[in-house]
């Protein structure tokens, strides 16, 4: 992905919209109240 590498983004396909993160490769980073968050706020901004 060159130099400027993103480790959360989202783009369109059709009507929906997908969410990527480069986080969480060690299953730990899911007991992390900060990572429960970030992906608890993409929920909801993904549902709205």
Known sequence: ??????????????????FYSALG??????DEP???AMLEGAMVWLLR
């Open 1 to 18: 992905m060159g130099e400027d590498h993103p480790v959360i983004w989202h783009h369109k396909v059709g009507e929906g919209t997908v």
């Open 34 to 36: 900060e990572h429960q």
């Open 25 to 30: 490769h060690q299953a730990s980073a899911y």
